[in-house]
């Protein structure tokens, strides 16, 4: 970045000096002429240990004071949003309050919500989860308190650098701070594709704020400024983008040895009552106090050695109090993870807090705290009930998603061991096991890296097991995004080609009931053509495409094109026909018929979606969201997410509420609103289908705001149009996302009729009124379930007197008792039963029995015969006469082949093994 970027005036206007930091070779601005290093961390250690840098201040009045410092100045002040980004498509938790302006806002496609503004938002960032507790600074959830200013070029500036800086040192002049402690030293900022030069606030070691003046954008094809490696231009906004640390001003104030003790006291010390522990500041506070100002500075070896701290001291007074500061970090996240509706799962969003859930699980044993998660995250909440009182609206749902947690998280420890023994021996040749198999195995299975270990050091195989101390840090790295797929480069083409093309008239929102148009064509090519005008649906939002025809006035000459889909791209509405799509001059005029009946089918199901989730919502919880959704003619489903199985009494209530809404008949309004009143209106819960980049959205409104959604599809004007809904069928398709299967309309009404034949056909097989097909289905199962009962115990007694005649009829051969027959009516299952009872009595087995067409072979070999002769090799010699294969252990093993017409001479072959393998 060029040194002119920091060229400020107010720099210069009040006696600051620019110097490169002896140690790091920063650049950095001062009032003290004399300083030679930036003062940040580990050019300087945390002197504000034990001597704070101004009166102490809780959080509450922190964050007061700064949101009132800048409403004095001009700015709006904002509440927070949500710390799950659901307006993103990049990001899944929501990491710096320019966050919440990305991308629409940063690249001037939707105005900000207001100009200046401020705001102080919550926060959540997982890359150094393995520092939380041990570092005394770091946190995976913070507040970051922001003012921002949307500048754009051609028109007046708000303020920029100048002033930014001005406000900065005003407001810590208000605090108390020593303004000739303060640097501000230069460094480049990079995130969500934007970047510019930043100023990081410094004083007594501690980085306080930083000043970000964002005017660059990523580009791909070459640019200004080249950062890192990667090219960026000018963009058309520049915004100035600040985050001020509450927790970090809130700890300089108190100067205490982590930021921990001065954010939540009061937890730690319920966590260390229930730890039965001391708090190490009660008993070692100079060297606790030592600890912190180096922590900065220097690596936590390099720390023990220079402070000469045991390893019986890092074990039983440092170790215990950095579990105890991650769990007091821990509880916080968790209450805004799950009360801003995160549902624990093993993707996305949610696999993040199940990440985070079972590392407080993991901590809490160590500790031996016996207290549940659930109990621990209230108590939090409780403490956060002045700053945050909505947390307590969700404590509930808190209690129930952390207790099911708990019980998935020990049912994954029980079957951890038998899968790590089975993965650690497919290691055993080589002796190690890498990294990315850990990540995999935690991935797929939720198996923690430490059970891998404990299991690999007890098993004595001598397999290393790579895990750095940065394990659980990557693998949230690797979570914290989206992943993005390839650019199509059919996409790329399409949108090249009608980028000239003026947006397409949507008749199908201003004329929904008409089946016919006219329209002009304005483009063919491949298979598209694009008019002026449409009555065709796109597909999107869940909803297929319409279809029809499209007919020239050429009269009876003129072609007539089947349209088999229509895509929008970019505003410009695109018909994929069947045939010649240039066969229809451009300039000509068209005439469209739509398929209304599967219109009609698309839209009863479009706006029955719409019903069925806020059903959804009702009966099961505001921490319901929509997950996806694809509608159909005959049935349709909507994804959402929920943390266990839908019951069949609340898929009931759901259909039931469902209905109810079908029959007020409610009206369906659709309207246009802005962008940010809707938000400030309705919330976040509008973007339940994706967020629009755009600055007006269209706004699904059922009723009187029962649910109210920003969708493009097309809906029925009343609720009553939707016609009866009817819930097929509900399942988990993956951890924490239920799908419910539907129909609405006259596709519910055939789907009850295919149920009430299917009932209706079933009590006639049976021959009894339908009502009383349950009792009767019930009745039949129990007696089904005793015959099969009868029957194993009549297999057994078989099985024993098959044994009995066998002993009798054994052969001896090199002195051991063998029996080789062919046992009809046996499945492998009875094989391998009578062959275990005969090795038990020390008799050597070669059984067969033969099934349609496949012949079941199993050998045993008694426990005194297995050094003589082996099971596996006797099935595998017997199995290759019948053309299969088999194996197994010495003592036991099974087979089989499809050559049927063989079973004599592999019973004489296996006789012949047996003679010659026991010599």
């Not at 005036?9 to 002896?22: A, I, P, Q």
């Not at 970000?212 to 890192?228: A, K, P, R, S």
């Not at 973007?687 to 920003?710: F, H, M, N, T, W």
């Not at 078989?798 to 051991?816: D, F, S, T």
Request: aromatic fraction near 8%; charge should be negative.
């Amino acid at each position: 970045m060029d040194k002119s970027e920091y060229r400020i005036e107010y720099f210069e206007e009040n006696g600051f000096v620019r110097k490169d930091c002896k140690k790091c070779s920063s650049g950095f601005w001062s009032r003290d002429p004399d300083r030679e290093v930036c003062g940040d961390a580990p050019c300087e250690t945390y002197s504000f240990i034990g001597k704070p840098i101004f009166k102490e201040k809780t959080a509450d009045e922190i964050r007061e004071s700064f949101l009132a410092f800048f409403e004095s100045h001009g700015h709006t002040r904002l509440k927070r949003y949500p710390v799950v980004a659901r307006w993103r498509d990049d990001l899944y938790l929501n990491i710096a309050s320019i966050s919440n302006f990305q991308p629409f806002v940063t690249s001037g496609k939707v105005p900000p919500p207001a100009n200046p503004l401020v705001i102080s938002q919550p926060c959540i960032r997982l890359e150094d989860l393995e520092s939380i507790g041990k570092s005394g600074r770091h946190l995976t959830t913070f507040e970051m308190m922001g003012h921002h200013a949307f500048n754009k070029r051609g028109v007046e500036e708000l303020y920029w650098k100048n002033d930014t800086v001005r406000y900065c040192d005003e407001y810590l002049k208000q605090l108390g701070v020593d303004m000739d402690s303060v640097t501000y030293k230069e460094a480049p900022w990079m995130g969500g594709g934007n970047a510019g030069p930043c100023l990081e606030v410094v004083t007594g070691g501690l980085e306080l704020a930083t000043l970000v003046f964002m005017d660059l954008e990523l580009t791909q094809n070459g640019g200004v400024t080249n950062i890192e490696g990667q090219w960026y231009k000018k963009m058309e906004t520049y915004i100035v983008d600040t985050g001020y640390g509450l927790e970090r001003f809130v700890w300089a104030s108190k100067g205490t040895p982590t930021v921990y003790d001065a954010i939540f006291p009061e937890m730690i010390h319920e966590l260390l009552t229930l730890a039965g522990r001391e708090h190490p500041l009660e008993t070692h506070r100079e060297q606790m106090e030592d600890i912190a100002r180096l922590c900065g500075v220097m690596k936590k070896k390099e720390i023990a050695k220079k402070l000469n701290l045991t390893p019986g001291f890092v074990k039983t007074v440092i170790e215990p109090i950095e579990a105890v500061y991650a769990v007091a970090d821990h509880t916080r996240c968790l209450a805004f993870m799950i009360a801003d509706g995160i549902v624990p799962s093993n993707a996305k969003e949610g696999y993040l807090a199940r990440l985070v859930i079972r590392r407080s699980f993991r901590m809490l044993k160590t500790l031996t705290i016996d207290t549940p998660l659930e109990e621990l995250v209230i108590s939090h909440i409780k403490l956060l009930r002045n700053s945050f009182p909505e947390l307590e609206q969700y404590v509930d749902r808190i209690s129930e998603i952390l207790s099911l947690e708990k019980t998935r998280y020990e049912e994954t420890l029980i079957k951890g061991e038998r899968i790590a023994k089975q993965k650690l021996k497919e290691y055993s040749a080589i002796g190690k096991m890498p990294l990315d198999a850990s990540i995999k195995i935690y991935d797929s299975h939720g198996i923690p890296p430490e059970v891998i270990v404990e299991i690999a050091s007890e098993s004595g195989d001598g397999v290393a097991v790579d895990i750095p101390d940065d394990f659980y840090s990557q693998v949230a790295k690797m979570h914290a995004e989206e992943k993005k797929g390839e650019v199509d480069p059919v996409v790329v083409s399409q949108k090249e080609r009608t980028k000239t093309l003026p947006k397409t008239l949507k008749l199908y929102y201003d004329k929904p009931t008409e089946t016919e148009f006219e329209a002009t064509v304005l483009d063919t090519f491949d298979d598209f053509i694009v008019l002026d005008k449409t009555l065709f649906y796109p597909e999107g939002g869940g909803q297929p495409a319409d279809t029809g025809f499209l007919t020239t006035f050429a009269g009876s000459d003129g072609p007539e094109l089947r349209v088999e889909d229509v895509l929008s791209v970019d505003g410009v509405i695109l018909h994929k026909v069947a045939g010649a799509a240039n066969s229809i001059d451009k300039g000509a005029s068209v005439r469209g018929r739509i398929d209304y009946q599967r219109r009609m089918a698309h839209v009863r199901h479009h706006s029955a979606a719409h019903i069925v989730l806020w059903a959804a919502r009702t009966v099961l919880g505001g921490h319901v969201w929509q997950a996806g959704a694809q509608k159909g003619e005959d049935r349709s489903r909507i994804d959402i997410t929920h943390f266990k199985r839908i019951s069949r009494e609340e898929r009931s209530e759901i259909e039931m509420l469902a209905n109810k809404m079908v029959m007020r008949n409610e009206v369906i309004g659709v309207h246009i609103e802005e962008k940010n009143e809707a938000e400030k209106k309705y919330g976040f819960c509008l973007y339940q289908g994706g967020v629009p980049a755009s600055k007006e959205i269209r706004i699904v409104q059922l009723g009187a705001g029962e649910d109210v959604q920003a969708c493009a599809g097309t809906h029925c004007s009343k609720t009553g149009e939707v016609g009866p809904i009817k819930i097929l069928r509900t399942e988990r398709i993956q951890d924490g996302i239920e799908r419910l299967w539907y129909s609405a309309g006259e596709a519910a009404v055939r789907a009850i009729q295919a149920r009430e034949e299917l009932i209706a056909k079933s009590a006639a097989v049976l021959k009894v009124p339908q009502e009383k097909l349950p009792a009767t289905v019930e009745r039949f199962f129990e007696e089904w379930k005793q015959l099969k009962k009868d029957n194993e115990r009549l297999r057994e007694e078989l099985a024993e007197l098959r044994v009995g005649w066998l002993k009798g009829h054994a052969k001896v051969i090199n002195g051991m008792n063998v029996i080789a027959d062919v046992l009809p009516d046996t499945d492998t299952k009875g094989l391998m039963k009578i062959a275990a009872q005969l090795a038990e009595a020390e008799f050597l087995t070669i059984l067969m029995s033969k099934q349609d067409n496949h012949v079941s072979v199993v050998s045993s070999v008694p426990a005194i015969h297995k050094t003589r002769i082996s099971a596996s090799v006797v099935v595998k010699r017997v199995c290759e006469v019948l053309g299969g294969g088999g194996g197994g252990t010495p003592e036991i093993a099974q087979g089989g082949g499809e050559n049927v017409a063989n079973i004599e001479e592999a019973l004489l072959t296996g006789l012949r093994v047996v003679e010659e393998e026991s010599l």
